[in-house]
């Protein structure tokens, strides 16, 4: 079973404008993180934030926690269209071993 | 760093036939995951392992489906016999405990 879910499912958007997907998950995590998967290539990682942490930034990722919500946000400033691709958030099970993927968000930026 | 490995690329192969997928992991990496994905459901973990053992296979779909990991630096993925319902790709993963995944970039299957 899936345990994040992103929103929206689908975004476009111009070159240059901020796109904002978000996540939700259902049970405590260690970690949340968010991957990228380009069209016929395997998934990415950009950047993992910690249940501790409110806020990370990566260039031009900016990941939010809200541990109290059990949500996630990730923030691409500035996009381009290179930034084309499918993203998913990814929480850990208590464990540390199981990495369970949300259904993922496929961002379209226009050139 | 040559990053996970994974072969064929590409396999289309009838109904009934074995399909055997491959996967390298990066050297150094004591964790390794086996994933399918498709439209309909996503990103599914179908079993991973942690210093080569089987740690949890609940996610393998039947008992069609077998996987072994011999040693650090391979490890199979058999579908025996294939069904046009496995048809997906399917990834390879691999990381040190805990740490973020490194993918492959698939084996795309088509059974027909």
């Known amino acids: 079973s899936q345990q994040g879910e992103e929103d929206p499912q689908a975004l476009s958007i111009q070159e240059g404008e901020n796109a904002t997907m978000n996540c939700s998950y259902k049970t405590s995590i260690n970690n949340l993180q968010w991957y990228r998967q380009n069209s016929g290539r395997g998934l990415v990682h950009l950047i993992l934030i910690r249940s501790n942490e409110r806020e990370k930034h990566s260039g031009r990722l900016r990941v939010t926690l809200d541990t109290s919500k059990k949500s996630s946000s990730l923030l691409i400033t500035a996009s381009r269209a290179a930034d084309t691709a499918s993203y998913f958030c990814?929480?850990?099970?208590?464990?540390?071993?199981?990495?369970?993927f949300g259904a993922g968000t496929r961002l379209f930026v226009k050139a | 760093d040559a990053g996970v490995i994974q072969s064929p690329r590409h396999e289309v192969t009838e109904m009934g036939q074995e399909v055997t997928l491959r996967c390298k992991p990066i050297?150094?990496?004591?964790?390794l995951f086996w994933y399918r994905q498709t439209m309909m459901r996503g990103l599914e973990l179908l079993i991973y392992?942690?210093?080569?053992?089987?740690?949890?296979d609940s996610g393998m779909p039947e008992d069609r489906f077998s996987a072994k990991m011999p040693n650090a630096s391979f490890s199979t993925l058999k579908i025996q016999p294939s069904e046009p319902r496995d048809s997906a790709v399917y990834f390879c993963?691999?990381?040190?405990?805990?740490?973020?995944?490194?993918f492959g970039d698939g084996t795309r299957l088509s059974i027909l």
């Open positions: 993963a691999s990381s040190l405990q805990a740490q973020p995944q490194h």
């Open positions: 392992f942690n210093n080569n053992v089987p740690i949890d």
């Open positions: 990814a929480t850990d099970d208590t464990g540390g071993f199981k990495t369970i």
């Open positions: 050297s150094g990496h004591n964790s």
